[in-house]
């Protein structure tokens, strides 16, 4: 079947770097991408990785290994407008659908 | 751009009625998917569709669900009849050229009573 891990929550200090993973068991596997979603809100596209290593956009990042199934979502200078849900999603196959993760619930202390 | 566009935004109806969910996706865009999310189940997916066409529906929970794409800019999500476990939060989604990075609509909120 198929499963993606991810925590259920993570704490972490305003102004410092967080790190998010992901790990996931496919039948098929394409891509890896990363939405952030506050509460009440609609998710929000972040990142997509097709290929191994690592994407930087701005203050987030996020890291790709296709052959240990694992891929994480890396948070830097951390601002309390980062307090949201972060979800990893598998893309199976070239025009497949993509699979969500249950989402980690980010908290940033001042 | 607008982005997409769903109504209602808050829905709230008693168990048995017909409820209809509607969609824009943003021009251009090729996909289009409906989702559902709760605290217990997460979000899921119900059916997308890509140029229109409905491609996987596996994701609907019961024949009481049916949804139709009949041109680029409409979508609808249609609950017939609602129960009480059908309450959550139905998004939109729509992307083009694949389904990697998808752009959500603001949901509608359905309660049914």
């Known amino acids: 079947g198929q499963s993606l891990e991810q925590p259920s929550e993570v704490t972490a200090v305003e102004g410092a770097i967080v790190q998010i993973n992901c790990t996931y068991q496919?039948?098929?596997?394409?891509?890896l991408s990363w939405y952030q979603q506050h509460d009440g809100g609609a998710p929000t596209f972040l990142s997509y990785?097709?290929?191994?290593g690592l994407e930087e956009t701005g203050r987030f990042s996020s890291f790709l290994s296709r052959s240990d199934s694992y891929g994480y979502l890396l948070l830097q200078e951390l601002q309390m407008k980062d307090s949201a849900s972060y979800f990893c999603a598998v893309r199976e196959g070239r025009d497949d659908k993509i699979i969500f993760g249950k989402g980690t619930r980010l908290h940033i202390l001042p | 751009d607008a982005g997409v566009i769903q109504s209602p935004r808050h829905e709230v109806t008693e168990m048995g009625q017909e409820v209809t969910l509607r969609c824009k996706p943003i021009?251009?865009?090729?996909?289009l998917f409906w989702y559902r999310q709760t605290m217990m189940r997460g979000l899921e997916l119900l059916i997308y569709?890509?140029?229109?066409?409905?491609?996987?529906d596996s994701g609907m929970p019961e024949d009481r669900f049916s949804a139709k794409m009949p041109n680029a800019s409409f979508s609808t999500l249609k609950i017939q009849p609602s129960e009480p476990r059908d309450s959550a939060v139905y998004f939109c989604?729509?992307?083009?050229?694949?389904?990697?990075?998808?752009?959500f609509g603001p949901g509608t909120r359905l309660t049914v009573t």
């Open positions: 990785n097709a290929l191994d």
């Open positions: 989604a729509s992307s083009s050229g694949g389904p990697s990075e998808q752009y």
């Open positions: 496919t039948s098929g596997f394409y891509g």
């Open positions: 021009s251009g865009h090729d996909y």
């Open positions: 569709f890509n140029n229109n066409v409905p491609i996987d």
